[in-house]
């Protein structure tokens, strides 16, 4: 039977995090670390699921179950994904999926929206429905609400399109930023990100003090656009001082960590030109930005702070068909 494999970067936020929840923009890099999706119809009326990266090695549900309580979490995207195009297309056979990460998914890279675009991606390639990229993204993040609840989007975005992305929520404008190279450092925590819950918190803040929260917001925004027109010419000390202030408004809004604060700094003393928490924070990774000749310098920094230097390579291809 016809199988269809499907492959989609992670991703890294290199500005804007938080603010873009609130119909802002952000700039996303997609990362060369490739989550992968395997599909193909089964006889049976059932769904077959194998994904050893978030720990379920085999899960079968049949196709009437589809869409009740009690999914484990490493599969609810899978199976929202599944139920969304069930509604639409389908032919009453089965399906059996897999899902492969080359790296673990606890480093914060998008797995969640990685896997919803790979599969989103190949059950249309499987049954042979035509779907522009728009039509992919709305599809891919009406089941990340679904799931998550919160969420602007920017990590669909990433696995679609892949490079380096302007991005504004919901998508409403995504634009491809022709940058050549990024040279950067990216360090992971060892702590895993509770992103809905960092957001809440944030809207909860903005709730309380709605002045102070959207001036930060306003400020960020400054960044982000400053940030766009600098990528493109490579200018990496400035954008190295955009990180820095960007980093500020994001301690501001209280959801900087002592590891990031202190891998951060490392990476600043050691020679990097900016750095910052990519993502919700709350742990997850740090990036820097770095001339070559300080790479290894501020590599080590990250270690000795207790920091993980992640080998991945920005601004990486989109969601691709593998066979
Ligand atoms: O934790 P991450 O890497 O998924 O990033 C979250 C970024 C936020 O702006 C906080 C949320 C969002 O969906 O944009």
Known sequence: MKKIRVSTPGKLM???????????????????????????????????????????????RSLKELGGKRVPKGIRFVEAVVCQFFEKHGDGQGLRIE?????????????????TVGLAKA???????????KELFDFCYKVVLKVQGVGSGFDVAAALFGGVLYFVTGGKRILKLKV??????VGYTGIKADTPTLVRQVAELKRQHPKKINKIFKEITFIVDKAKKLLPQG???ELGKLMNENQ??????????VELDKMIEVSIEAGGEGAKLSGAGG??????????????????????????????????????IEQ
């Not at 500020?248 to 960590?257: A, R």
Request: charged share 30%.
């Open 248 to 257: 500020e408004w994001l301690h501001e809004l209280g959801v900087s960590s």
């Open 14 to 60: 290199l500005f804007g995090e938080h603010s873009v929840v609130y119909n802002k923009p952000c700039i996303v890099a997609a990362v060369d670390q490739r989550f992968e999706v395997i599909v193909e119809k089964l006889e049976k009326q059932e769904i077959i699921v194998e994904a050893p990266g978030v720990g379920l090695k085999f899960y079968r």
């Open 283 to 320: 742990g997850d990774n740090m990036i820097v930005l770095v001339d070559k000749r300080e790479k290894e310098s501020v590599a080590k920094a990250i270690e000795v702070a207790g920091g993980e230097v992640m080998k991945v390579k920005l601004g990486a291809e989109g969601v691709r």
């Open 180 to 185: 050549n190279k990024l040279p950067m450092v």
């Open 235 to 237: 200018k990496w000390k």
């Open 99 to 115: 899902t492969r990460n080359h790296f673990d998914s606890k480093y914060g890279f998008g797995s969640s929206a990685a896997v």
């Open 123 to 133: 059950l249309h390639e499987l049954f042979e429905i035509k779907i522009s990229e």
